[in-house]
T-cell receptor, first 116, second 114 residues
Framework: AQSVTQLGSHVSVSEGALVLLRCNYS??????LFWYVQYPNQGLQLLLK??????LVKGINGFEAEFKKSETSFHLTKPSAHMSDAAEYFC??????????????FGSGTQLTVLP | GAVVSQHPSRVICKSGTSVKIECRSL??????MFWYRQFPKQSLMLMAT?????????EQGVEKDKFLINHASLTLSTLTVTSAHPEDSSFYICSASPPTVTQYFGPGTRLLVL
């Protein structure tokens, strides 16, 4: 069974500082990995995803993440935080890679606060 | 592109009544749709997976007779909460997936059962 661990339920950074949100997973098969962002009372917006190919993936709003298979990690980073980045961030992995195993398992989420 | 809508965005109902929530993919055909439930300050929990024209597959612990899911077309899935009770109050989010691995999420429906 898959599991996703997001270290740090709350992360605070100053505006302009580096953002690092951690995500580790466990899976019996190499999964596909995703980061989603959720603003209050809204659904989830896809930030970026890793399926195959280059392990450093770039997403929207200046975010990027690197898939490290040896560390079973998929940490999310952004060089310079903006006030508008304040939101809840979820890491998710698929249960498999075939069509019938696309269900997502979500981490518990990390609330990012950006301080002025 | 890849826009998913949900209706209604908020609903308040009396205990014992049924509530229907619609999920639509507006600009793509969704071969698979998913329904999630999210409690305050918590993560999303998958309730069921539905493929167009097939019966939904429910996650362990989810009552299929209470949460009726219909995926009658490639752009519409509905979740009906039957005989709703206060403990069913939650934020329900759907997602839709074309024949790829990515899920696109709706804005969610907040259900309050009095």
């Amino acid at each position: 069974a898959q599991s996703v661990t997001q270290l740090g339920s709350h992360v605070s950074v100053s505006e302009g500082a580096l953002v690092l949100l951690r995500c580790n997973y466990s899976s019996s098969v190499p999964p596909y990995l995703f980061w989603y962002v959720q603003y209050p009372n809204q659904g989830l917006q896809l930030l970026l995803k890793y399926t195959t190919g280059a392990t450093l993936v770039k997403g929207i709003n200046g975010f990027e993440a690197e898939f490290k298979k040896s560390e079973t990690s998929f940490h999310l980073t952004k060089p310079s935080a903006h006030m508008s980045d304040a939101a809840e961030y979820f890491c998710a992995v698929t249960r498999g890679t075939s069509g019938s195993a696309r269900q997502l398992t979500f981490g518990s989420g990390t609330q990012l606060t950006v301080l002025p | 592109g890849a826009v998913v809508s949900q209706h209604p965005s908020r609903v308040i109902c009396k205990s014992g009544t049924s509530v229907k929530i619609e999920c639509r993919s507006l600009d793509f055909q969704a071969t698979t749709m998913f329904w999630y439930r999210q409690f305050p300050k918590q993560s999303l929990m998958l309730m069921a997976t539905s493929n167009e024209g097939s019966k939904a597959t429910y996650e362990q612990g989810v009552e299929k007779d209470k949460f009726l899911i219909n995926h009658a077309s490639l752009t519409l899935s509905t979740l009906t909460v039957t005989s709703a009770h206060p403990e069913d109050s939650s934020f329900y989010i759907c997602s839709a997936s074309p024949p790829t691995v990515t899920q696109y999420f709706g804005p969610g429906t907040r259900l309050l059962v009095l």
